[in-house]
């Protein structure tokens, strides 16, 4: 008598064991499984998620671009690619990748629900809520819309919006400011500095928003250390090969960390900001005595701030002065000054300086 022995579903035994902990296992399995040439579209997809599950993002990227290239006319292989961008916080390309998969398979709800997700942790609140608002409602979907509108009605734009921007504008991120749109606002609060604090240099300087370190390397010759602070990755990456920074981080600039400054910068950065108090009392717990914050902004006539056409804050010269006071600092300097153009036209806004008290 013979005996027949059914191979196991390689898929059903992959996914088991990676909701048991044992996703590097489901990957080395699967592995072997496509060397071998016994598996397909599903098997390197389930090994797509193995190796995510495992931390190794950058295998999983590999395999989802080879399941692209091997099935480009197939939407789950898209979609997969899409989810690795997505994990890896890649939202331009992920956002791509899910449009892409609606395009072949226009009924994929689930490429339609991770694109509102990568809309929402790219802070393009109005985009992530047209998607939701599509979808039938969850407790997930109404978590998201909530978010969503939290964003657009924050006082302040969203640090996933403000990051996903000038992660995408790094590359010719120098080029346009200075060719495209005339930015003049590293220059403008150098000659600030020269009429509120002539003379001084040998500063501990930190420039909040230093993006590529336009301002920063404007202001070098007068620090004895400088230090940048951007929401950005590929922005500091960018001032990183300046080299003209004593220390590059990748944070919020609402938020003081001990250190004391002779000197903070904030060229062209607090038009993401609507609201400065938070911004202005963290400032004062790192300026040292006699320390001074010098900063650009858009000038708004009349009282308080508002949000510009473009995404841009506006402040008013009452709002600033007003602001200041409460955060313990005086007015030492406020100046009409554009510190860009746009469409060509210059920007009405202010260089201020403010000085601890």
Same mark, same amino acid.
């Given at each position: 008598?013979?005996?027949?022995?059914?191979?196991?579903?390689?898929?059903?035994?992959?996914?088991?064991?990676?909701?048991?902990?044992?996703?590097?296992?489901?990957?080395?399995?699967?592995?072997? !499984?496509?060397?071998?040439?016994?598996?397909?579209?599903?098997?390197?997809?389930?090994?797509?998620?193995?190796?995510?599950?495992?931390?190794?993002?950058?295998?999983?990227?590999e395999e989802a671009r080879e399941a692209v290239a091997l099935n480009p006319g197939l939407a789950p292989a898209v979609m997969a690619?899409?989810?690795?961008?997505?994990?890896?916080?890649?939202?331009?390309?992920?956002?791509?990748?899910?449009?892409?998969?609606?395009?072949?398979?226009?009924?994929?709800?689930?490429?339609?629900?991770?694109?509102?997700?990568?809309?929402?942790?790219?802070?393009?609140?109005?985009?992530?809520?047209?998607?939701?608002?599509?979808?039938?409602?969850? +407790?997930?979907?109404?978590?998201?819309?909530?978010?969503?509108?939290?964003?657009?009605?924050?006082?302040?734009?969203?640090? $996933?919006?403000? !990051? #996903?921007?000038? %992660?995408?504008?790094?590359?010719?991120?120098?080029?346009?400011?200075?060719?495209?749109?005339?930015?003049?606002?590293?220059?403008?609060?150098?000659?600030?500095? %020269?009429?509120?604090?002539?003379?001084?240099?040998?500063?501990?300087?930190?420039?909040?928003?230093?993006?590529?370190?336009?301002? $920063?390397?404007?202001?070098?010759?007068?620090?004895? !250390?400088? *230090?940048?602070?951007?929401?950005?990755?590929?922005?500091?990456?960018?001032?990183?090969?300046?080299?003209?920074?004593?220390?590059?981080?990748?944070? *919020?600039?609402e938020i003081a960390r001990g250190d004391k400054y002779d000197l903070v910068l904030a060229a062209d950065t607090l038009v993401y900001?609507? *609201?400065?108090?938070?911004?202005?009392h963290a400032v004062a717990a790192e300026l040292a005595e006699d320390g001074y914050f010098l900063f650009t902004t858009e000038a708004?006539?009349?009282?308080?701030?508002?949000?510009?056409?473009? !995404?841009?804050?506006? #402040?008013?010269?009452?709002?600033?002065?007003?602001?200041?006071?409460?955060?313990?600092? %005086?007015?030492?300097?406020?100046?009409?000054?554009?510190?860009?153009?746009?469409?060509?036209? +210059?920007? +009405?806004?202010?260089?201020?300086?403010?000085?601890?008290?």
């Amino acid at each position: 008598m013979g005996f027949a022995f059914l191979e196991t579903d390689p898929i059903a035994e992959a996914e088991d064991l990676i909701a048991s902990g044992r996703a590097a296992e489901a990957a080395d399995k699967l592995k072997v !499984r496509l060397a071998a040439g016994r598996g397909g579209l599903l098997v390197r997809l389930t090994l797509v998620t193995a190796l995510l599950e495992a931390g190794e993002a950058q295998n999983a990227l590999e395999e989802a671009r080879e399941a692209v290239a091997l099935n480009p006319g197939l939407a789950p292989a898209v979609m997969a690619l899409g989810e690795v961008l997505l994990r890896q916080n890649a939202l331009p390309a992920a956002i791509a990748e899910f449009q892409r998969a609606l395009r072949l398979d226009p009924g994929l709800e689930r490429a339609r629900y991770l694109a509102g997700c990568a809309w929402l942790e790219a802070g393009e609140a109005e985009k992530a809520l047209e998607i939701f608002q599509s979808l039938e409602s969850t +407790p997930d979907i109404e978590a998201r819309i909530a978010r969503a509108c939290a964003i657009r009605e924050a006082p302040r734009s969203d640090a $996933g919006y403000v !990051r #996903h921007l000038f %992660d995408q504008f790094s590359a010719d991120y120098d080029a346009r400011m200075i060719g495209q749109l005339a930015y003049a606002a590293p220059q403008i609060l150098a000659d600030l500095a %020269d009429l509120v604090m002539p003379g001084r240099s040998g500063l501990r300087i930190l420039d909040l928003g230093c993006g590529t370190g336009l301002a $920063g390397a404007v202001f070098k010759p007068r620090a004895a !250390r400088l *230090d940048g602070i951007d929401l950005s990755p590929a922005m500091i990456e960018k001032a990183q090969a300046r080299n003209i920074y004593d220390a590059l981080r990748v944070g *919020d600039i609402e938020i003081a960390r001990g250190d004391k400054y002779d000197l903070v910068l904030a060229a062209d950065t607090l038009v993401y900001l609507g *609201d400065l108090a938070a911004l202005f009392h963290a400032v004062a717990a790192e300026l040292a005595e006699d320390g001074y914050f010098l900063f650009t902004t858009e000038a708004k006539a009349g009282s308080g701030f508002e949000l510009g056409p473009k !995404r841009r804050w506006r #402040h008013s010269e009452a709002y600033i002065r007003e602001v200041a006071a409460a955060a313990g600092l %005086d007015v030492a300097g406020l100046v009409a000054a554009s510190p860009r153009t746009e469409a060509n036209q +210059p920007v +009405p806004g202010f260089a201020v300086a403010l000085v601890l008290v």
